[in-house]
């Protein structure tokens, strides 16, 4: 991993490194951990935890109502046929937009993320503005991604302020009929899973 | 408690910007950051509740004007001082031992 | 210390917080509650924006370690958590954007039966 760090810290990036080096360097000595855990960490949450994993799932969950009823009933189980569970998803709801609600997901209190489904949030997500003001003003938020919410529809704010992890289920774009899974798996975006997006109508063709 | 980490519903934040986008850790302090908190607590150091409630007790101000990592740095010193894992000496002293070696400069 | 080679075992097992409990819940789905309006100095999941607020059982999670204990040194103290729908003219009045709802999953001991209040 490359340094960087001259923007938007307080203090010098030196004085960061230096104080979690210290205290890796003294919990190493006292037994507590493991050096090379902290590599194997940071290569998994780097590098195999992320979104196309929940991709793979609303991807299943379209191509198969039996699975997507199961996934809606029990997000927790169902993910665990998938062999998905694990860190910051011990216990999950899948939660399906329709043309009636859409459904956002925030942690007001700190920045608590499906981990297992979409790997570590987004900055913005972590940010004090969408933290703020989601539960308040949820269509003034989704405005500033780009999506308008119509006022006869309902839209559910999710805060995961205790252990339960939510997912957004989008909905399926419309020309997407017959498509394969590993097609549909390409068409779905990581904002459309925390409830900031919509996936658009694919051309025909 | 009421904290500034409890913040919704709170107005004034200004707009979202969705193009402050990175789910990369921006620097190797960071990561690192994060794998010593979760290896810490995977050797029962704390618990997570812990964690949190330490976060939320920084002051308002400082929680406004440091970076996501920089709250778990914070709740990592807290809690392992704070729990005798270590001392704040050891922890003062083994900081300017890096320094004096130019370890942070690296990073 | 949890060795190198165990890594990816423990982030897939995770640290579930369900726990198994003796006392059955005190609410049911569809019943209306009002949250507790108690300031604490200490650690709690119920949200300021959610204090003194009415809301509708929507579903039970099964009970949970109860981080406000947890988190005071308390131990565990498992609970029973209840994912709660508070409509977003109750929470915020007039001051809402439009038709909505907020969902927050909260222990039982934030909860008065609707008729306390």
Known sequence: MTAMGHDDHTLPPSSLALRIKAIETLMVEKGKIDPGAVTEIVDIFQNKLGPR???????????????????????????????IGGLQGEAMHILENTSEVHNVIVCTLCSCYPWTVLGLPPSWYKSAAYRSRIVIEPRAVLAEFGLQISDDREVRVYDSNAEI??????????????????????????????GVSALTAVAAG | MRSIADMG???????????????RFKAEWEADTFAVNLLSLAAGCFNIDESRHSMEKIPAVEYLTTTYFEHWLHSLEDLLISKGVFSQEEYQTRIAELAAKGAGDAA | MLPKDMVAVAVATGAPSLRPVETSPRFQVGETIRTINDTFATHTRLPGYARDKPGTIVGYEGAHVFADAHAAGQGECPDHLYCVRFDSKSLWGKGSDGSGAVYLSLWESYLLAGDDQ
């Open chain 1, 53 to 83: 994993i929940g991709a793979k799932v609303v991807a299943r969950a379209w191509s198969d109502p039996a699975y997507k009823a199961r996934l809606l009933a029990d997000g927790t189980e169902a993910l665990k046929e998938l062999g």
């Open chain 2, 9 to 23: 519903g709170i107005q004034g934040f200004g707009p979202v910007d969705p193009a402050d986008d990175d789910t």
């Open chain 1, 165 to 194: 992890r939510y997912m957004v289920l989008p909905e399926r774009p419309a020309g997407t009929d017959g498509w394969t899974e590993i097609q549909l798996e390409a068409l779905v975006t990581r904002d459309s899973m925390i």
